[in-house]
């Protein structure tokens, strides 16, 4: 109905195409393929669909307008177009296939079907058809030959050329030099040797079709018959396809269009083309004929497809890769003897010659065995050992495929296969670990294949000498290595550069760990709990950091009592120096063990470096609650005692770990730490060596300001100090500015003074509220609060790190906790002061308390809901705000979010005083 605006009463267009593009279809058509962002595309192809919900008779018009996009140059259009035609099936009934019985005419069979003459005699799919290479006739002229050579050569200069004399018009005439062997004609076409040598492509018949039905209506045609699209400037060619009559299944047409273009010489076409297929056949099916005759159509693309782009370590095949995941859809709804039928037609694919036939091979067993879980232990049986064979292929990403084609069922091969099988399988796989590297394509896909299969537990009798397998018999099937030998193949893969494989690798290092015994991990522990320390230390993806954890926590929990104590014992000293490694500084690599190459050794000097140090003490934690806690205690107090903040922080960080990890050792550590660190809170004047090199540089630059103006009596005052501080420093260069002085020196002396400045506050801010928080944990409060409270609100005001502001917050709850039963409470002036610290600009947002409305959230333009009296300091200043804007007044969102995130916890049931808690839930 939409475009009915759009034609006259003979069909004609009465408007141009720009003018049709503003109808809700051509505008969602153009976000299709020229969507900013892949959300607008997807919400694009989703409105599509709800179109077809709305409208059901427009099917064929919406498959036939988004159609072309399949064959678009652009990756995302494509993919972009199948979530469209996706979206549109899903609001389509379900056909009913009894009905359509007898169209079984023209479909491939198995009867017919002969892989050997589709690898011997089809032409191979390849990246395109090679016209882009074609030249024109007046290029072949020899003239023409000679000038673009010489072109390309570079040897024409201006007007002058340098090749003459070189290259001559003769060198270009045919005879003149010797004639290169002609290629291979011995193909023919896939869709004859499909179809037959009678075969008329869909495109063919249909133009024969509308030729017979024009004649025979006439002048009885309808007003829209007729109607072409022209080519425009933007988006494909639409063109005149013969779509179904009611009655037919209604994606008949699109997918014999889908599968002609299946076959193209060009790899878009067929991608596209299998994103398409792959859109339908998740939902809809035809007849069981039809299916058997696409799904060999799909694995004669297995087996021709040549395209592959090698974007990274391993190759990138797209039309294989989509076009077994449409054979993978439509084994769901095979037989078992069809499925046996293509299974040996696929397993003909591992023995072809080109590496891409049997990489097409297997992707197709791979998606068959993702879809056909539940296939009988005989299937799996007779197809497990030609993918083991796979496996040492002589191309790597053969051999990626391979192994990754049974991860899917890996659980099922234990019992489904004999043992000897498994077990071989299980040697070939930690055998090829020793010739794997980081540019293997193989590598992750084998490590995952390896960590899958050691979850069985005849495996790990397998290798554990003395333990019975699964048949209780000692003797039986067991292998000459030991765990103690193969698990260290995996450590060099913890440092590997593809995240994908140090993932696996911890996951199969969980696996070992959780079901290994103290006769072997006691002996891989010690190098393993070195491994993973430096990995947490080294390891830059912050979703592997809580894996790490797992497998150290398994690490520990498998070993013995006296193999903990002599491994922490070994490597505490290590541990903590990493732990209180100052950030931003490269570190030794002679104390790794073997250093990672390309990376840099060394905290990152961001948000980063609270995050490392947390997951280091997490460890620590860990391994305290299986060792003595007092191995620590000599260490933290060494730290402690240190000049260096970071030290000091990584101590205190450590501490409150402990405190955590081991609630029974609170009192042991507050005995041995709560004297020192309630010393070092109540020092206002704890110099860190980290600012020795910056106050340094800032007394130098004052005394060269000072030596130019010693005659300079208004300077006096700074003349007899021995050493300026960085107040004294600013006040320096203010009474210079007044006296017009004002050079690259006293610029040179601003800066330093306000670096260092930032730098005090940064490192003073952390360290005393850690020895707050330490405090506070250990239940150990000096008689004024205030030197604790202090730090922890200055943690909530200045810090930017959350995850310190979050520490802060938890510290401030455990406080007004513990001194709830106080007299005088301090709990109404903490909330005083939070509820300052949201509403501080006082100049932009309302003053809470005298609102009328505890509403803060509203768009820009209402009006409704407002605060009656503002606190404005101008007529202009809106009278509400929206949440995101008082944190942005406040500085940075980071600096309130810790609060808020625990701001539960602070308020307590029944807050005394004048309604502060009232005024602060408000407010938040």
């Not at 007898?102 to 032409?123: F, H, M, Q, R």
């Not at 030099?177 to 004859?192: C, F, G, L």
């Not at 069922?409 to 234990?414: E, N, Q, R």
């Not at 450590?491 to 969980?510: D, G, I, M, Y």
């Amino acid at each position: 109905n939409e475009y009915k605006s759009y034609l006259s009463k003979d069909g004609a267009w009465l408007v141009s195409d720009e003018e049709a593009m503003s109808s809700r279809l051509e505008r969602l058509l153009c976000l299709l393929d020229n969507g900013s962002t892949s959300s607008i595309r997807s919400a694009a192809a989703k409105q599509l669909g709800e179109i077809q919900q709305t409208h059901p008779a427009e099917l064929q018009n919406l498959l036939q307008k988004v159609y072309p996009y399949l064959k678009s140059k652009s990756w995302d259009s494509r993919i972009t177009a199948g979530e469209a035609i996706s979206a549109i099936a899903q609001h389509v009934p379900r056909w009913n296939r009894e009905s359509v019985e007898s169209k079984n005419a023209g479909y491939v069979t198995l009867e017919c079907y002969s892989l050997e003459e589709v690898l011997s005699k089809g032409t191979p799919l390849l990246g395109s058809a090679g016209s882009e290479y074609d030249i024109t006739v007046e290029e072949t002229k020899a003239g023409s030959q000679k000038q673009r050579l010489t072109d390309q050569l570079g040897f024409t200069i201006g007007s002058v050329n340098l090749a003459e004399g070189l290259i001559s018009e003769h060198d270009f005439v045919e005879g003149s030099r010797p004639s290169t062997p002609s290629p291979n004609t011995n193909t023919q076409d896939i869709s004859r040797i499909l179809n037959g040598e009678d075969y008329m492509s869909t495109r063919e018949r249909n133009k024969a079709k509308r030729k017979a039905r024009l004649l025979s209506r006439q002048s009885s045609s309808t007003p829209r018959e007729g109607i072409k699209r022209q080519k425009t400037s933007e988006g494909p060619v639409r063109e005149a396809v013969e779509w179904p009559e009611p009655g037919d299944w209604p994606f008949e047409t699109l997918i014999t269009y889908l599968l002609e273009d299946l076959l193209s010489p060009e790899w878009e076409e067929r991608h596209g083309a299998a994103i398409g297929l792959r859109s339908v056949v998740r939902l809809h099916r035809w007849t069981e004929p039809w299916l058997m005759d696409l799904s060999l159509r799909l694995v004669s693309v297995l087996a021709l497809d040549r395209f592959g782009d090698y974007v990274s370590h391993e190759v990138v095949a797209p039309v294989r890769e989509t076009t077994a995941q449409v054979l993978g859809l439509l084994t769901r709804h095979y037989s078992t003897a069809d499925l046996f039928h293509l299974e040996h037609i696929l397993l003909g694919l591992l023995n072809a010659t080109d590496w891409q036939a049997r990489h097409g091979g297997l992707l197709g067993l791979k998606y068959l065995l993702a879809a056909r879980q539940e296939t009988s232990p005989k299937f799996l049986a007779e197809l497990v050992p030609h993918i083991i064979k796979s496996i040492s292929d002589s191309d790597d990403d053969v051999r990626a495929v391979a192994a990754s084609s049974l991860v899917p069922v890996s659980s099922k091969l234990d019992g489904s296969i004999p043992q000897k099988m498994l077990f071989s399988l299980s040697d070939m796989l930690w055998e090829s670990l020793l010739g794997l590297d980081d540019l293997c394509a193989s590598t992750n896909s084998i490590i995952t294949l390896l960590s899958s299969l050691l979850k069985s537990k005849c495996l790990g009798a397998y290798y554990t000498p003395g333990v019975k397998n699964c048949d209780n018999d000692v003797t039986l099937l067991k292998s000459s290595v030991t765990m103690v030998d193969l698990v260290p193949r995996l450590q060099p893969f913890l440092s590997h550069n593809t995240k994908a494989v140090r993932r696996e690798s911890l996951v199969a290092l969980h696996t070992l760990f959780s079901l290994g015994n103290e006769s072997w991990v006691d002996s891989v522990a010690p190098l393993f709990a070195g491994v993973l320390y430096q990995r947490m230390f080294l390891e830059s993806a912050h979703s592997l950091r809580p894996l790490i954890i797992k497998v150290w926590s398994a690490l520990f929990s498998s070993t013995s009592v006296s193999a903990r104590s002599k491994i922490v014992k070994d490597h505490l000293p290590l541990w903590c120096h990493l732990l209180g490694a100052p950030a931003g500084l490269n570190l030794d690599p002679s104390i790794f063990l073997k250093p990672p190459k390309g990376i840099t050794l060394a905290i990152p000097a961001s948000h980063e470096e609270y995050r490392i140090r947390s997951s280091l003490v997490t460890l620590l934690g860990e391994a305290a609650q299986y060792t003595d806690v007092a191995l620590f205690v000599e260490h933290l107090k060494s730290y402690l005692d240190s000049g260096c903040a970071c030290h000091k922080q990584a101590a205190c960080l450590l501490t409150l770990e402990l405190i955590s990890s081991c609630p029974k050792q609170v009192s042991f550590l507050s005995q041995a730490l709560s004297a020192k660190i309630k010393s070092m809170l109540l020092d206002n004047n704890l110099i860190f060596d980290e600012l020795l090199a910056s106050n340094q540089n800032l007394q130098l630059s004052c005394k060269c300001v000072l030596a130019g103006q010693l005659n300079n009596h208004q300077l006096q005052q700074f003349h007899q100090l021995q050493a300026l501080s960085v107040d004294q420093a600013l006040e320096l260069v203010a009474a210079c500015r007044q006296l017009g002085i004002d050079n690259t020196l006293v610029s040179a002396v601003e800066s330093t003074a306000n670096n260092l400045n930032a730098s005090t506050i940064i490192f003073t801010t952390r360290v005393y509220s850690l020895l707050a928080g330490c405090l506070v944990a250990m239940a150990t409060l000096p008689e004024k609060l205030n030197p604790i409270i202090k730090p922890l609100m200055e943690c909530l005001k200045k810090e930017v790190s959350v995850e310190l502001q979050e520490e802060a917050a938890k510290s401030l709850q455990r406080l007004l906790n513990l001194v709830s039963d106080r007299s005088p409470c301090p709990t109404p002036k903490v909330m005083k002061n939070l509820v300052a610290m949201l509403t501080e600009n006082k100049l932009q947002y309302p003053d809470l308390q005298t609102c009328d409305t505890p509403h803060l959230l509203y768009n820009d333009n209402s009006t409704a809901a407002t605060p009656t009296t503002p606190h404005s300091a101008t007529p202009s200043t809106p009278r509400g705000a929206r949440v995101a804007d008082v944190l942005t007044a406040l500085g940075t969102v980071t600096r309130v979010t810790g609060m808020i995130s625990y701001i539960k916890y602070i308020i307590p049931s029944s807050v005394p005083g004048d309604g502060v808690g009232d005024i602060f839930i408000r407010s938040v």
